[in-house]
């Protein structure tokens, strides 16, 4: 079965589980996409507050949805209360998608994947061989550097402010591929070979806009330079690759590709992908 609703009125329930939530542009991607698609149903934004988030995961059961995604700050928190946790989400240890497949429940995390998808789509087809240098060393990188690893590339340096952190997530998949940790006063070294530089931290997001993760002339000319931020879509650190002529890539297409695979995981269906990115370009004019 394709579309896979779990109450009798074939209703596909969907929603986002955070908090706070008012700001989430998932609801307006998400039910552009049942639109598109002609499907009957909806996806509602929950305000879900940390001590509520073990009823609320047993209400998907009860209420018959077939799916939700988990923001902040429940990405974590969440996984216990699940009846499996797929293999990729275990290893990042953050889950951003559950499945209700008839009151069993599984964890995904479609963060990394989709990101990795939206950065081949728009930035850089063939990840094989490239030396990678990743800025920050939390959920996000986690999600984003198990997604590389299958991608072949030559090697991956974790540059972050706390050292000790990008060293322990270096050693923790060490047995993976090439990784290597470094505090940000290395960072110049780790760059001087990158090819690819990607910041998953918040340095540079609204309303901090002018503010730059690492230092703009360690960035080489003509690399990709790749930023998670998509508020604003073109953040300094993206500017600063522009004058270095490189490509550069924002993070509004990890956002619509890691809202794409949710899509697909609970109905089966290929995601229009084009609707959900123009609904959510429309939702912040
Ligand atoms: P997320 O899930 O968004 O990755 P997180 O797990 O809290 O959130 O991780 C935030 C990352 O951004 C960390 O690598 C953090 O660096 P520290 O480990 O040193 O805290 C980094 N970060 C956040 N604010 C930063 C800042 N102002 N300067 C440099 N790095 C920052």
Known sequence: ?????????????????GDPIGHSKSPAMHN?????????????????????LGDAIQAVKALGFRGVNVTIPHKVEVMKHLDVVDEGAQRIGAVNTIVND???????????????RSLKDEACPDLK?????????????????YALLGEGPDKISIVNRTSAKALALAEEWSSLADLRGYGEERAGEALSDADVII???????????????????SIR??????????????????????????TV????????????????????????????????????R
């Open 1 to 17: 079965m394709k579309v896979n609703p779990t109450n009798e009125r074939d209703y596909l329930l969907l929603g986002v589980m």
């Open 221 to 246: 000319e003509g690399i990709v330079v790749s930023d998670l931020i998509y508020n604003p879509l073109k953040t300094e650190l993206l500017r600063q690759g522009e004058l270095r002529r490189c």
């Open 249 to 284: 890539h924002g993070g509004l297409g990890m956002f619509i590709n890691q809202g794409a695979y949710a899509f697909e995981y609970w109905t089966g269906l290929t995601a229009p992908v084009q609707a959900m990115k123009e609904a959510v370009l429309t939702s912040f």
């Open 102 to 116: 008839n009151g069993k429940l599984t964890g995904y995390n479609t963060d990394g994947i989709g990101y990795v």
């Open 32 to 52: 552009a996409a049942i639109n598109a698609l002609g499907l009957s149903g909806a996806y509602v934004p929950l305000h879900i507050r940390p001590q509520g």
């Open 199 to 217: 910041n998953t931290t918040s340095v540079g997001m609204f309303p901090q806009v002018s503010e730059l993760p690492i230092p703009p002339e």
């Open 129 to 145: 061989g490239k030396r990678i240098v990743v800025i920050g060393a939390g959920g996000a990188a986690r999600g984003i550097i």
